[in-house]
């Protein structure tokens, strides 16, 4: 049986923050491989074109901007269809956002894990349960290593 590769789902939210109450259908997309550069570069985007370096503290954009400008890209790049009142620039509840991220990312997730073994805490054998980045997998496990060297920043 072929998976869905649209998720249609609803969201209820009474915000505390700014007392709205939204409600809204969203549509999200399997995404594919060219959706993962393309929030890569959205990121990037946000983000001013600076980076993330634990190294380098203070030298680019810190460890909780560089997320929030990856939630932010991936939600641009994987909706498809959103409620009118769905504008990152003018909502004001992380909660709402972080709402609909899980959605999106609960539904890519079942491509992720499809016909990988597991020890029934959901990680796969032999590997960690941090989540580490959700962009679909490190480049490392495709390319080779020389490859994978020249592109990191």
Not at 62 to 77: I, K
Not at 134 to 144: E, L, N
Request: glycine share 10%; net charge negative.
């Amino acid at each position: 049986m072929a998976q869905k590769t649209v998720h249609v789902f609803q969201i209820d939210h009474n915000s505390e923050s700014d007392d709205t109450a939204y409600s809204g259908t969203f549509s999200c997309k399997k995404l594919s491989v060219r959706d993962y550069s393309k929030i890569q570069v959205e990121k990037s985007r946000l983000n001013g074109g600076m980076h993330h370096d634990p190294e380098k503290p203070g030298y680019g954009v810190s460890e909780d901007t560089d997320g929030l400008n990856h939630m932010f890209a991936h939600l641009t790049v994987a909706l498809t269809n959103s409620p009118d009142w769905w504008d990152l620039d003018t909502i004001g509840d992380m909660e709402l956002v972080t709402k609909v991220y899980a959605e999106v990312a609960t539904f890519e997730a079942t491509f992720r894990n499809r016909g990988r073994v597991t020890d029934g805490s959901g990680a796969e054998e032999g590997t960690s349960t941090g989540s580490g980045s959700d962009s679909g997998g490190d480049a490392s496990t495709v390319v080779g290593e020389k490859v994978s060297a020249a592109l990191q920043p």
